[in-house]
């Protein structure tokens, strides 16, 4: 015979699948909105606008974007944070949700707590460029001028605290090169420097690189990720280099969900990724992009998320970079 307490449990347990199985069933039952950390037009935004239009074809709602750059990505984490958590509201997560955390002395939200990931999105390639006029062939030619010349190897980046900007101290610290890290604020000004000879090479990412790639304003000598890039075989990795093996840097966009998100809406979204990244044409339009598509569990993304903030964290500090 159940005790008075375990009758209890099981109509609270029961309740609570029922409720559960209440929110999946209802929900969306509004438009949503998914909050991105950047400006209209970057690979962060493209990359939301085409998932954006294809989630609201397949659960038939519609699916707004809403700009909100600037502070390191904070005011837009804060407001998903801060948003009902009913699934409405949604996050575009980035490399800089990590670099936050080490970045800033305090944060108005955890980044590790106050979201529930739903899925990863997509990878993109970090490259390594200098000039078409350089001397530097190739990856392994710039990586031997940086150690057998001490500083007098010039990397541009964009703005301190940024993903290529840390990617760049990376680099400079496993491949033990004497080198100038050099921002910028904004793409077209390190271009322009490194057009202009004010420095050997830039890091940055690959997609708006390719229009000076392919008017051969620039060349492309490797990229920082796992992998060659997919339309360019020929490009090499920066951890095919010796010594270099563990080197892996790319950038990445996810979603997420205010923290205390149902389980079962978080599941709900997460299928629907699933599904729209498993979709040959979405895989084509992001990599249009130069984004690679790829799902994860909500479970892999936050370790993703917990494995970024500690090599960010520890880049920041060996770096010198000082707290903001």
């Known amino acids: 015979m159940l005790s008075r307490r375990h009758v209890m449990y099981a109509a609270l347990f029961s309740s609570g699948l029922s409720n559960m199985a209440w929110s999946q069933a209802t929900f969306p039952s509004k438009p949503l909105r998914i909050v991105v950390p950047f400006g209209a037009g970057g690979v962060a935004d493209l990359t939301a606008r085409a ?15 809403d700009n909100r750059p600037g502070a390191g990505g904070i005011v837009a984490a804060e407001l998903v944070a801060k948003a009902d958590p009913d699934g409405h509201t949604l996050l575009l997560m980035s490399n800089g949700t990590a670099v936050s955390a080490g970045l800033f ?49 010039n990397i541009g980046t964009i703005n301190i605290g940024s993903t290529q900007h840390l990617a760049a101290e990376l680099l400079r610290t496993q491949a033990n090169l004497i080198a100038q890290i050099i921002p910028y604020n904004g793409t077209p000004a390190v271009i322009n420097a490194l057009r202009g000879g004010q420095v050997d090479a830039v890091v940055e990412i690959l997609g ?27 490009v090499p990795v920066v951890r095919e280099l010796p010594g270099l093996s563990n080197f892996n840097v790319s950038s990445w966009n996810a979603l997420a969900a205010p923290g205390k998100t149902p389980p079962a809406i978080v599941q709900r979204l997460h299928a629907e990724v699933v599904k729209m990244l498993n979709d040959p044409a979405m895989v084509q339009r992001l990599g249009g992009f130069n984004v690679q598509a790829q799902s994860s569990t909500p479970g ?5 998320l917990d494995t970024e903030i500690q090599r960010w964290s520890a880049v920041i500090q060996k770096a010198g970079i000082a707290q903001q």
Not at 51 to 65: H, R, Y
Not at 300 to 304: G, I, T
């Open 208 to 234: 708006p690189l390719k229009p000076q790639i392919n008017a051969k304003a620039v060349r492309l000598l490797g990229v920082m990720g796992a992998k060659r890039p997919k339309d360019q075989p020929q």
């Open 51 to 65: 998932v954006a239009q294809q989630l609201s074809i397949n659960m038939g709602q519609a699916v707004v974007i």
């Open 105 to 153: 002395k305090a944060l108005p939200f955890n980044p590790r707590t106050d979201f529930a990931p739903v899925s990863l999105l997509g990878l993109f390639d970090i490259a390594i460029v200098v000039p078409e006029s350089s001397p530097h062939k190739s990856l392994a030619e710039l990586i031997g001028f940086g150690r057998a010349n001490p500083g007098k190897l």
């Open 300 to 304: 892999q993304l936050a370790q993703l």
